[in-house]
C-alpha cells in the first residue's frame, strides 16, 4: 500500500518540484531539494526550498524553508533552468518562474529567472517584458532561431472582467550577451490560442520537416487541445503567425487543464496524456493516439466524473481534476502508472494499466486520499533506495505530504 511518510507545515503550498542535487548546507552532499511556490490573494507569495529533502524524509533534520524569492506573484511555474542553458559556472543553478493570474493585484504576470551560487546568494534576471493583463503558466526551453542558444516558449493568458479572453504562444530570444543582467529578452509572437500548458511534441510532427509542433491544452481563450505546426526550419520563421496550421485534436472535452507527452500503452509511439479541469463532475483523465499510419488521433478516457469538492461557500473558478504524470516504469514493456491530483476535488489517485497489451487502455484508480481542500501541484521524484516519492502540496490545509508508492499498490 501506499504510505504517507512524512508531513510538515507549509502555509499557501501551491506548485511544487524536485530540484535534483540541490546545495544543501555547507558540506553536505548533494542531495534532492523540494521548492515550493505559494498563491495569496494579499501579502507576499513567497517561493522557498527545502534542502536536503531526503534527510527530512528518513526523519533526520526538521523541514528548514528558505525563501528563494518573494517579489513575484502566483508563481505557477517554477523549474530548474537546463544544464547548459544559460551561460554561468557548472556549480551554480538557475530556478525559472512563470506567473500571474486573473486575482486583482496579479494579472500583469512574468518570466523571471533567479541565479543560485549559494543558498543565501541570489540574483534576479526578469526576461520577459509586461503585457497588461497576461499572465503565464507554461515555459519551455527551445532554441527557436538556431542559433544555438535555447530560448524560452511560453504561454499566456488574458481574463478580462468584460471583454475577450485571450491566449497567446511567444517566445523570447536569449541575447548573445547579458542574458542575466536584468535586460528583458527580445519577444516575438507566434500565435492566438495557447494560453496555459503545453508540450514541444517528438511526435505530432506532419512530415518531419519543421521544428517540434506545439500542442496545446488552452482553458481560457477557446476550450481546445489543438497542435499548432510551424511550416519554416525553425519556430523563428513563423514569427507572427506566418506558417503556422493549426490542428484541434478535440473540441468537446474542454477546457483543458494539462498535457504531457508519453508512451502509455507500450506500443512505443507516444501518446498525450491530458486532463480537462470541469465543474461538474465531468472532469476526465484522457488520452490521444495516434498509431503508425493513422491519419488522426484517437481519444481515450481513461477516467471520469471528477468534481471539485463540497465547500460551504462555493466560488466560481473551480474545477477537477489537476495535473497529470506518467510514472516511470520497472521493466521493459511495462505500461506506466498515472499520478494525479484533484485541484479542487481534493484527492490524489493512482492509476494503474489492468492489461499488459498494446490498444488496452483500461486502469485501476487507487485513491491515496480525499480532502476537502484544494490540492497544489504535485512532484515526485525517485529516492536514494529507489523507491518512488510523491510529494503532495495541500494548500487549503496549509501541509506539505510525502508518499511513498510500491511498484505494486
Ligand atoms: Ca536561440
Ligand atoms: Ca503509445
Known amino acids: 500500500m501506499a504510505a504517507r511518510i512524512a508531513s510538515f507545515p507549509f502555509k499557501n503550498a501551491a506548485v511544487s518540484t524536485v530540484l535534483p542535487r540541490w546545495p544543501g548546507p555547507a558540506g553536505a552532499a548533494l542531495q534532492a531539494a523540494l521548492l515550493i511556490t505559494t498563491y495569496a490573494a494579499f501579502g507576499k507569495e513567497p517561493v522557498s526550498i527545502v534542502a536536503n529533502i531526503e534527510d527530512v524524509l528518513a526523519g533526520k533534520i526538521a523541514a528548514a524553508p528558505v525563501t528563494l524569492e518573494s517579489m513575484t506573484g502566483w508563481t505557477n511555474y517554477a523549474e530548474l533552468v537546463p544544464e547548459g542553458a544559460l551561460p554561468v559556472s557548472a556549480s551554480s543553478r538557475i530556478v525559472a518562474t512563470a506567473g500571474g493570474f486573473l486575482v486583482p493585484g496579479h494579472q500583469t504576470g512574468s518570466i523571471d529567472l533567479f541565479h543560485v551560487t549559494a543558498p543565501n546568494n541570489v ?13 503565464y503558466h507554461k515555459i519551455v526551453w527551445h532554441d527557436c532561431d538556431g542559433d544555438g542558444r535555447l530560448d524560452v516558449m511560453a504561454a499566456r493568458a488574458k481574463v478580462p472582467n468584460v471583454g475577450e479572453k485571450q491566449g497567446e504562444l511567444i517566445w523570447l530570444e536569449q541575447p548573445a550577451a547579458g542574458a542575466l543582467n536584468g535586460t528583458p529578452w527580445k519577444e516575438h509572437v507566434l500565435s492566438a490560442g495557447p494560453d496555459v500548458d503545453f508540450v514541444l ?5 506532419s512530415d518531419g520537416s519543421g521544428p517540434p509542433p506545439v500542442v496545446a491544452a488552452q482553458y481560457f481563450s477557446a476550450p481546445l487541445l489543438a497542435i499548432y505546426r510551424c511550416a519554416g526550419a525553425t519556430w523563428a520563421a513563423c514569427d507572427g503567425g506566418k506558417g503556422i496550421s493549426v490542428e484541434t485534436l478535440d473540441e468537446d472535452f474542454g477546457p483543458f487543464f494539462a498535457v504531457q507527452e508519453s508512451d502509455l500503452d507500450g506500443d512505443g509511439i507516444p501518446d498525450l496524456l491530458v486532463t480537462n479541469s470541469r465543474p461538474n463532475a465531468t472532469g476526465a483523465l484522457l488520452a490521444y493516439s495516434k498509431p503508425t499510419g493513422a491519419s488522426g488521433y484517437t481519444r481515450h478516457v481513461l477516467a471520469s466524473g471528477y468534481a471539485p469538492a463540497p465547500k460551504p461557500l462555493a466560488g466560481p473558478g473551480r474545477g477537477a481534476p489537476g495535473k497529470p504524470f506518467a510514472l516511470p516504469t520497472y521493466s521493459p514493456g511495462e505500461k506506466p502508472r498515472v499520478l494525479l491530483s484533484g485541484d479542487d476535488g481534493g484527492f490524489v489517485s493512482v492509476l494503474t494499466p ?27 521524484m525517485i529516492n536514494a533506495s529507489s523507491a518512488l516519492i510523491a510529494f503532495v502540496p495541500l494548500f487549503s490545509e496549509g501541509r506539505i505530504e510525502a508518499w511513498a508508492l510500491p511498484r505494486i499498490m
Open 123 to 135: 540574483s534576479h534576471a526578469k526576461i520577459s517584458t509586461d503585457k497588461e493583463g497576461f499572465f
Open 201 to 205: 511534441s517528438a511526435h505530432a510532427e
Open 354 to 380: 489492468t492489461s499488459k497489451a498494446v490498444g488496452e487502455w483500461s486502469y485501476q484508480q487507487t485513491y491515496l486520499f480525499n480532502s476537502t481542500g484544494t490540492i497544489g501541484q504535485l512532484s515526485w
